[in-house]
């Protein structure tokens, strides 16, 4: 059993195998940035922390959108 992988190992890897799995992710992470984004550009008035909303949405994938929708709409309903 070979528990130690060197550079050899990695270019024997065909990346392109794992691109079918990969692919959905990523296209649904650009399109929740994308949503999020425009959401944010909409309702900007309503919104306190702009910039703060803006750069947790574009620099924490997947996460920063999904925050943005759930806590975004407690604080435009409390102001």
Known sequence: MNLHYGLNDIK??????????VLPFVFINFI??????????????NQQHLLIWTLLIIFINLFG???????????????
């Open 12 to 21: 024997d890897f065909d990346f392109f195998s794992i691109l079918p799995i």
């Open 32 to 45: 929740l940035i994308a949503i999020a984004l425009i959401d944010l550009y909409r309702n900007r008035e």
């Open 65 to 79: 959108p999904i925050l943005y929708f759930v806590l975004s709409r407690k604080e435009t309903n409390r102001v």
